[in-house]
């Protein structure tokens, strides 16, 4: 199929930007990587008025160490973040997910603002920013705000994000001393979606753990946390809080196959996180 019938706009500022989004009668659309939107849009799944083309706006991108963690630019591409060393060091959880996402060519496009923005269900750094307690910074013609995680994902393909809005920045806080993760992911072959996937991050002895693939959206599972504990040691009962958890089934498979995949990712994320 083609793309219905739209304008076209790349504005060179922010500003620019930023009153082009604001014009709700257009029906502005912000266009980053594309590599999600653009068969969106020839499915018609997508169907912007105006598309706002945002690659040629200065300072959306980067990668920066600040008091609070590394804060990275919103069209900062994947294939940037993981040649990072910043990353590396300070996010080793990002690092570690990046291969996963999709292939070469898509991570050479692709940007965090524009998965973040999306919220697939099946994306991964959806759940990593909900791991980590990232902290989305968002920016509109009215100004800023910044909104944690947890308060941003929704749902499937929906999140806090107004049409008017876009993201500018995400800060990640850094990893600490004695802070562990592990990531992992079960697909069919290496590229595909996730047929279900969980980060597991601890911050200052605190759990955290996300899935993503098995339900609506990037989730956390706070039974799974308690049950944990401080050392990952809980891993069984970690586990059996999964008969609770908010799957739903897909090509993939149905809701017994998603929470049977969802527990064998959980341990081997564990091990990870513990190796």
Do not use: W
Request: aromatic share 4%; glycine share 10%; charged share 20%.
């Amino acid at each position: 199929m083609k793309a219905s019938r739209f304008s076209y706009a790349r504005p060179s500022s922010l500003d620019e930007a930023l009153a082009l989004m604001a014009d709700e009668a257009a029906e502005p659309m912000a266009l980053a990587g594309g590599q999600s939107l653009m068969p969106m849009m020839n499915f018609r799944v997508a169907r912007p008025g105006v598309l706002v083309d945002l690659n040629r706006i200065d300072g959306l991108s980067g990668i920066e160490t600040t008091d609070t963690g590394v804060r990275i630019g919103a069209m900062t591409r994947y294939s940037d973040l993981a040649a990072s060393d910043v990353v590396a060091d300070k996010l080793p959880l990002v690092a570690a997910a990046l291969p996963h996402i999709a292939h070469a060519a898509i991570r050479n496009r692709g940007t965090i603002g524009g998965s973040l923005a999306l919220a697939d269900p099946a994306a991964e750094l959806p759940a990593v920013a909900l791991a980590l307690g990232a902290t989305l910074h968002l920016v509109s013609q009215s100004g800023t705000r910044d909104v944690a995680a947890d308060d941003f994902f929704l749902g499937a393909y929906d999140t806090a994000l107004d049409d008017c809005e876009l993201i500018a920045a995400v800060t990640f806080p850094g990893a600490g001393q004695g802070d562990r993760s592990g990531f992992h992911e079960i697909v069919r072959r290496h590229g595909d979606y996730a047929m279900a996937g969980v980060v597991v991050a601890t911050t200052g002895g605190t759990p955290r753990v996300a899935f993503f693939a098995v339900g609506d959206g990037a989730m956390r599972h706070p039974p799974a946390e308690d049950a944990l504990g401080p050392d990952l040691s809980g891993i069984d009962a970690a586990v059996a809080t999964l008969a609770d958890l908010d799957v739903a089934g897909d090509l993939n498979g149905d809701e017994a196959t998603k929470r049977h995949l969802a527990g064998v990712a959980l341990r081997r994320a564990v091990a990870e996180a513990l190796a």
